[in-house]
Nanobody
Framework: QVQLVESGGGAVQAGGSLRLSCAAS????????MGWYRQAPANQRELVAT???????NYADSVKGRFTISADFAKGTVYLQLNGLKPEDTADYYC??????????????WGQGTQVTVSS
């Protein structure tokens, strides 16, 4: 069994910052990539940022220059630094990991989410 647990969410004023953390635990053979998605009320879940073990990153256009993703794959942790927050960033943020458990196949696992609220 694999679990992902997020932390660091909260309520901030526009222009403020937050740092989200996510830790993967359980039986993991290898991790290919980790990332963050978000979902606002009535909206579909959308990609925020991802990073692979090779160091390749991908960001949504709406967060480029403001958010930074980083990971320590040996520890199974991923972080998202959110700077210059805007009200439209308000959403539930979900951690994900593309990984292979021992004896298993590659698949994506999801955390339970952490709330980010940005007020104007």
């Amino acid at each position: 069994q694999v679990q992902l647990v997020e932390s660091g969410g909260g309520a901030v004023q526009a222009g403020g910052s937050l740092r989200l953390s996510c830790a993967a635990s359980g039986s993991i053979l290898s991790i290919y990539a980790m990332g963050w998605y978000r979902q606002a009320p009535a909206n579909q879940r959308e990609l925020v940022a991802t990073v692979t073990t090779g160091g390749r990153t991908n960001y949504a256009d709406s967060v480029k220059g403001r958010f930074t993703i980083s990971a320590d794959f040996a520890k199974g942790t991923v972080y998202l630094q959110l700077n210059g927050l805007k009200p439209e960033d308000t959403a539930d943020y979900y951690c994900c990991a593309m990984l292979t458990p021992p004896g298993g196949t590659l698949r994506t696992y999801w955390g339970q989410g952490t709330q980010v609220t940005v007020s104007s």
